[in-house]
């Protein structure tokens, strides 16, 4: 349909109208379409631990459980590192 538009038989000044639109519709794509590539250097945000802090767990293999969050990048389950008392333990991540 463009070459049809743009072809030597097309008006010179319907040419110059069909011009200055697509201007300003590449203008108005600038202005409202945001491209980013900056990096996502703000770590996950972590809540909802259970146990608390400093609290007694009368048994020996707790339920250890939080909830992630990082709302730029999404969570990676594969950079997930769990450690406890500076030794890294199995988990389990669920979506």
Do not use: C, R
Not at 7 to 25: H, T, Y
Request: no cysteine.
């Amino acid at each position: 349909m463009l070459i049809n538009l743009f072809s030597s038989k097309s008006n010179p000044s319907k040419n110059k109208s069909l011009f200055f639109i697509l201007f300003l519709s590449l203008i108005f794509l600038s202005l409202f379409t945001k491209t980013s590539f900056a990096s996502d250097t703000t770590p996950p945000s972590t809540y909802n631990l259970t146990p608390a802090e400093n609290s007694y767990i009368p048994w020996h293999k707790p339920l250890i459980q939080a909830d992630i969050f990082d709302i730029e990048s999404g969570v990676d389950e594969n950079s997930i590192v769990l450690k406890l008392d500076g030794i890294i333990v199995s988990h389990t991540f669920n979506p």
